[in-house]
């Protein structure tokens, strides 16, 4: 006979996080993600449909208004693709963002309940995400394969080796930033109603509708300082061989990202002790 003892004891510290319980509870976080297209698509007519129309209709409004009109796109890639491209990495940091943002305020409920590794919750809405960036990514190579028949030929090269690694510091900046968001409006509700506007406010200071060649190049560093500018940048480059990779930029934005993430991590275990006396 085998005797185990289980010491249970309160968490103190500024970074309590057990990864190995994380991984243990994998199966709750693909519930939570089940959960999050459940009821994101329940009572509607067109239900998961809208994966497909939300990002065309989007997309068609940008090549329009910023592209036709505005003039902003500024490459030799057709205008569709290019906002395609650029949207599909974008709307899944946003959608991370946000959804991770509401992590304590919308699961207050089942938190008061039954314990669990909290952190679960924001990664399955990171992972909500995703499911999204798969979808508009497979929309994007039917089209460049269509553009392609067509006699229209895109410049990719080696560096579409490095997505994957793009799609993962996005995944990890909008986990941290939406953690720190999370643990702040437990306090501050004010945050939740700011997130949408800081959102698309973000979005216009990165080079999401536009390059980065139409910013004064005395403000490049400066632009570049924000984390998602050599993301955007570096991604329609290894997708569509537009403009350059900007390696140097890129360790930078590595370097703010690992940074936001950790002290996200860091304020969320903290906030999680005592959230359920402020939320």
């Known amino acids: 006979m085998e005797h185990f003892t289980t010491h249970i004891s309160a968490k103190t510290g500024w970074f309590d996080i057990d990864i190995q319980e994380i991984f243990r509870y994998k199966d709750l976080i693909f519930l939570f993600f089940k959960r999050n297209y459940t009821t994101r698509y329940k009572q509607t007519i067109l239900g998961p449909l809208w994966l497909i129309l939300n990002p065309l209709l989007t997309?068609?409004?940008?090549?329009?208004?910023?592209?036709?009109?505005?003039?902003?796109?500024?490459?030799?890639?057709?205008?569709?693709?290019?906002?395609?491209?650029?949207?599909?990495?974008?709307?899944?940091?946003?959608?991370?963002?946000?959804?991770?943002?509401?992590?304590?305020?919308?699961?207050?409920?089942?938190?008061?309940?039954?314990?669990?590794?909290?952190?679960?919750?924001?990664?399955?809405?990171?992972l909500t995400g995703m499911l999204d960036l798969v979808i508009q990514l497979v929309m994007l190579v039917v089209v460049m394969i269509g553009y392609t028949i067509s006699g229209v030929h895109f410049q990719t090269s080696v560096t579409l080796l490095a997505a994957p690694l793009l799609i993962l510091q996005t995944a990890l900046l909008a986990l941290g930033c939406g953690i720190i968001i999370a643990a702040l409006t437990t306090k501050y509700r004010d945050l939740a109603v700011l997130v949408g506007f800081g959102v698309h406010l973000w979005m216009y200071a990165s080079p999401v509708v536009y390059t980065s060649a139409l910013v004064p190049q005395k403000l490049l560093k400066l632009y570049m300082l924000n984390p998602m500018a050599p993301i955007m940048e570096c991604w329609r480059n290894a997708v569509l061989g537009v403009g350059v990779f900007l390696w140097k930029y890129w360790a930078v934005s590595w370097v703010v990202t690992l940074v936001i993430l950790f002290l996200g991590v860091m304020l969320f275990s903290r906030i999680e002790k005592t959230f359920m006396d402020t939320v």
Not at 78 to 102: A, H, K
């Open 59 to 126: 997309v068609t409004l940008y090549a329009f208004v910023f592209g036709n009109l505005a003039g902003l796109s500024g490459t030799d890639v057709p205008q569709f693709v290019f906002y395609l491209c650029s949207n599909s990495l974008w709307s899944f940091f946003s959608i991370s963002l946000t959804n991770t943002s509401n992590t304590f305020t919308e699961n207050a409920a089942i938190m008061g309940k039954v314990y669990f590794p909290r952190l679960v919750m924001p990664i399955s809405s990171v």
